[in-house]
């Protein structure tokens, strides 16, 4: 679920990708999900061009006959791409007003992310007035006005859920896969308390040495299965009774800055949304599949690493053996405090 946002200006605001059925009615498909790819650049390399502008390039070899006066009278045609913002997909200009079709008024203003930009900004997600304009450009004028403001809580939820899960996977493996390796060999439970995450939500990025993580831009792609989230439902059809699960109702392409000792590089992540069974109370209960993409053998030597060393730890008896040498030194520092005092 994510569709951020680009730009605080308010000429730059975004509407919502596809939000789930929980208890609340929300519309069966994402709104803003139309799959377009910005144009390559033809600028030169020292061109100043603001971040998420989506400039009119003229030809690289315009004709003689094309003269200043001849774009005066034929100005260039503004189509489709010209009017998206290439972070995201997502139409630069949004109303944020009240549109006659509503029944009651919802709020304009748009909370900021924890997830910062390429520039060091913070995205910031849409409103609630700007997912249900968006909704009605597309054509969904069944959704209640009075259920948006539900829909943008779950769609901001998510997405800093998502945030969190990325971070977990870059403060194991922005040093590379050998560092990886050593904070990820004694399984899950253990290297997050090695690396001080305090629950599954915790954003906060703590090695000093290394800047933190960008989310650079991203892409929703609800009609593209990913092959793991395939492979599952295969499983599923061949063995329901322990791989039976619904398709994931969204998924997103996040492109992330990742700095390390080596200099800085792009990391593609793949995102996989997944609904659960409610509670008890009826809500709604989501679960995010979050991992770096196989572009190349690091991506897949990190699910290798990560995945297989869980395996590993709990399959040779390591979460016992943590046990049984707690236990051991829990019985060593009462012994010695005994003879401290006897002594």
Same mark, same amino acid.
């Given at each position: 679920?994510?569709?951020?946002?680009?730009?605080?200006?308010?000429?730059?605001?975004?509407?919502? !990708?596809?939000?789930?059925?929980? =208890?609340?009615?929300?519309?069966?498909? #994402?709104?803003?999900?139309?799959?377009?790819?910005?144009?390559?650049?033809?600028?030169?390399?020292?061109?100043?061009?603001?971040?998420?502008? &989506? *400039?009119?390039?003229?030809?690289?070899?315009?004709?003689?006959?094309?003269?200043?006066?001849?774009? /005066?009278?034929?100005?260039?045609?503004?189509?489709?791409?010209?009017?998206?913002?290439?972070?995201?997909?997502? *139409?630069?200009?949004? *109303?944020?007003?009240?549109?006659?079709?509503?029944?009651?008024?919802?709020?304009?203003?748009?909370?900021?992310?924890?997830?910062?930009?390429?520039?060091?900004?913070?995205?910031?997600?849409?409103? $609630?007035?700007?997912?249900?304009?968006?909704?009605?450009?597309?054509?969904?004028?069944?959704?209640?006005?009075?259920?948006?403001?539900?829909?943008?809580?779950?769609?901001?939820? /998510?997405?800093?859920?998502?945030?969190?899960?990325?971070?977990?996977?870059?403060?194991?493996? =922005?040093?590379?896969?050998?560092?990886?390796?050593?904070? #990820?060999?004694?399984?899950?439970?253990?290297?997050?308390?090695?690396?001080?995450?305090?629950?599954?939500?915790?954003?906060?990025?703590?090695?000093?040495?290394?800047?933190?993580?960008?989310?650079?831009?991203?892409?929703?792609?609800?009609?593209?299965?990913?092959?793991?989230?395939?492979?599952?439902? @295969?499983?599923?059809?061949? @063995?329901?009774?322990?791989?039976?699960?619904?398709?994931?109702?969204?998924?997103?392409?996040?492109?992330?800055?990742? &700095?390390?000792?080596?200099? #800085? !590089?792009?990391?593609?992540?793949?995102?996989?949304?997944?609904?659960?069974? $409610?509670?008890?109370?009826?809500?709604?209960?989501?679960?995010?599949?979050?991992?770096?993409?196989?572009? =190349?053998?690091?991506?897949?030597?990190?699910?290798?690493?990560?995945?297989?060393?869980?395996?590993?730890?709990?399959?040779?008896?390591?979460?016992?053996?943590?046990?049984?040498?707690?236990?051991?030194?829990?019985?060593?520092?009462?012994?010695?405090?005994?003879?401290?005092?006897?002594?």
């Amino acid at each position: 679920m994510g569709w951020f946002w680009a730009e605080t200006a308010p000429s730059a605001p975004i509407a919502p !990708h596809r939000m789930p059925r929980g =208890s609340v009615e929300p519309p069966p498909g #994402c709104p803003m999900h139309e799959k377009s790819t910005p144009p390559p650049s033809r600028l030169p390399e020292n061109a100043s061009t603001p971040q998420g502008a &989506c *400039p009119y390039v003229p030809p690289d070899t315009p004709s003689p006959a094309y003269t200043s006066a001849t774009a /005066l009278q034929s100005p260039p045609k503004q189509g489709l791409l010209s009017r998206l913002n290439p972070l995201n997909n997502m *139409p630069f200009e949004l *109303p944020n007003s009240r549109s006659s079709a509503q029944s009651q008024d919802l709020p304009v203003s748009r909370e900021t992310s924890t997830i910062p930009k390429g520039d060091g900004s913070l995205w910031e997600y849409p409103s $609630p007035q700007q997912m249900y304009n968006a909704m009605l450009r597309k054509g969904y004028t069944d959704t209640p006005a009075e259920h948006v403001e539900s829909m943008v809580l779950v769609h901001n939820f /998510l997405n800093e859920g998502a945030w969190a899960e990325i971070i977990g996977w870059e403060q194991r493996f =922005s040093r590379g896969i050998v560092q990886g390796y050593k904070i #990820c060999a004694r399984g899950e439970e253990n290297a997050a308390q090695d690396l001080g995450q305090e629950d599954i939500l915790d954003t906060r990025w703590r090695d000093r040495e290394v800047p933190p993580p960008k989310l650079l831009r991203f892409t929703g792609r609800p009609g593209d299965m990913t092959p793991k989230s395939q492979i599952l439902q @295969w499983l599923g059809w061949v @063995w329901p009774s322990k791989f039976a699960t619904s398709p994931p109702f969204d998924r997103h392409d996040w492109f992330i800055q990742r &700095c390390g000792p080596e200099g #800085c !590089h792009e990391v593609r992540y793949v995102i996989d949304y997944y609904e659960g069974d $409610p509670e008890p109370t009826g809500e709604p209960v989501f679960y995010l599949d979050v991992r770096p993409a196989v572009d =190349s053998p690091r991506g897949a030597a990190e699910r290798l690493v990560r995945w297989g060393t869980d395996v590993w730890w709990k399959a040779s008896g390591g979460v016992v053996r943590e046990v049984k040498r707690m236990e051991a030194e829990k019985k060593a520092k009462e012994e010695g405090g005994k003879s401290r005092w006897s002594s």
